[in-house]
């Protein structure tokens, strides 16, 4: 395995938070999410705001690790990159790339990624391989 690159990123929640407390939370969810993770999104029934708040803060996180992770082969943009959290089968997070120019699809090899929150903070890191020939 060869590594392409790493990408790391840390987001605080209130941050996401005050731009959802403005009344920007659709606008900003349409800005940033993935078809799949907007499906999620309004699917979710949130019980509460920081929960929101959360949901958008590691797709925030995790995208912009993997956009550092990517680049300069690749530049995503964010409805481009999908994050799966953990699954009920027990599956571990992955996120998947689906590039607007398919040749992009081939000069990016297997992603793997990790996320971790405690109180008002996400981190995420993501490590990209090189494509296998």
């Known amino acids: 395995m060869a590594i ?3 990408g790391v990123d840390l987001v605080h929640i209130p941050r996401i938070a005050a731009i959802l407390a403005r009344g920007k939370s659709e606008r900003f969810a349409c800005r940033i999410l ?4 907007y499906l999620q999104w309004q699917s979710s ?19 912009e690790a993997a ?5 300069p082969v690749v530049r995503p943009s964010w409805k481009e990159v999908t994050y799966y959290g953990i699954s009920n089968g027990g599956q571990k997070p992955y996120i998947t790339y689906q ?3 398919p040749v992009n699809a081939e000069r990016i090899g297997k992603m793997h990624v990790s996320v971790s ?5 996400v981190y995420s890191s993501v490590i990209v391989e ?3 020939e």
Do not use: C, N
Not at 45 to 63: D, H, I, M, Y
Not at 117 to 121: K, M, P
């Open 45 to 63: 029934g949130f019980p509460s705001q920081t929960q929101r708040a959360q949901f958008l803060a590691v797709r925030w996180s995790v995208k």
């Open 130 to 132: 090189e494509p296998v």
């Open 67 to 71: 956009f550092k992770a990517m680049y």
């Open 4 to 6: 392409l690159g790493i």
């Open 99 to 101: 590039p607007g120019v």
């Open 34 to 37: 993935s078809k799949d993770e």
């Open 117 to 121: 929150h405690d109180g008002d903070y």
